[in-house]
């Protein structure tokens, strides 16, 4: 695991979620549609943590997946 994109990934999601920090975990917990259904945590643990950046940084940009 990549360190350092692992906590790209946290604080962009704090910052999304200022308003909510507990959607944060939640979010991680949850399965994404966009994602083929995968939990987030998942790709994190199976060492996809840099396909689940460029995603959120992508759906911030308001780029369709």
Do not use: C
């Not at 962009?12 to 399965?31: I, Q, R, S």
């Amino acid at each position: 695991m990549a360190k350092s994109t692992i906590n790209k990934i946290v604080k962009l999601l704090e910052e999304y979620f200022k308003d909510e920090p507990g959607k944060v975990g939640l979010w991680l917990a949850t399965p994404n549609p966009l994602l083929g259904d995968a939990k987030p945590i998942n790709m994190i643990w199976q060492g996809r943590e840099k396909k689940l950046l460029k995603f959120i940084e992508n759906q911030l940009d308001g780029e369709t997946p």
